[in-house]
């Protein structure tokens, strides 16, 4: 069972940055093989993978993001982040962090694949 919690969330201007947090709790034997991740979902859209790393530290990401946005995470405080640069208001959405058992469609930033969600945290970037 895993536990997720966001934070960092908030209101930025266009051009600014923010950084979410995703603390998650009771691990379990599979975390070296678990897929941690970002999704967001726009008002009124579909939810969206935005960037997903590894164990290892590789990463992927949605093209809409990439060069603005990097995902890193702390293996041994079990924290994962979201650096957001150069934010606009295309990028205002609920942010949700997620994690999965490790897998191609994990990888691929596909919902259906994560087990584990959090509650969400909101990001409003302003023009």
């Known amino acids: 069972q895993v536990r997720l919690v966001e934070s960092g969330g908030g209101s930025v201007q266009a051009g600014g940055s923010l950084r979410l947090s995703c603390a998650a709790s009771?691990?379990?034997?599979?975390?070296?093989?678990?897929?941690m991740a970002w999704f967001r979902q726009p008002p009124g859209k579909e939810r969206e993978g935005v960037a997903v790393?590894?164990?290892?530290?590789?990463?992927n990401y949605a093209q809409s993001v990439k060069g603005r946005f990097s995902i890193s995470r702390d293996n041994a405080k079990f924290i994962v982040y979201l650096q957001m640069n150069s934010l606009n208001p295309e990028d205002t959405a609920m942010y949700y962090c997620?994690?999965?058992?490790?897998?191609?469609?994990?990888?691929?930033?596909?919902?259906?694949?994560?087990?584990?969600w959090g509650q969400g945290t909101q990001v409003t970037v302003s023009s």
């Open positions: 009771t691990f379990d034997r599979s975390t070296g093989h678990i897929h």
């Open positions: 997620a994690a999965a058992p490790w897998s191609p469609n994990s990888w691929r930033l596909e919902r259906s694949a994560y087990t584990y």
């Open positions: 790393i590894d164990r290892g530290g590789n990463t």
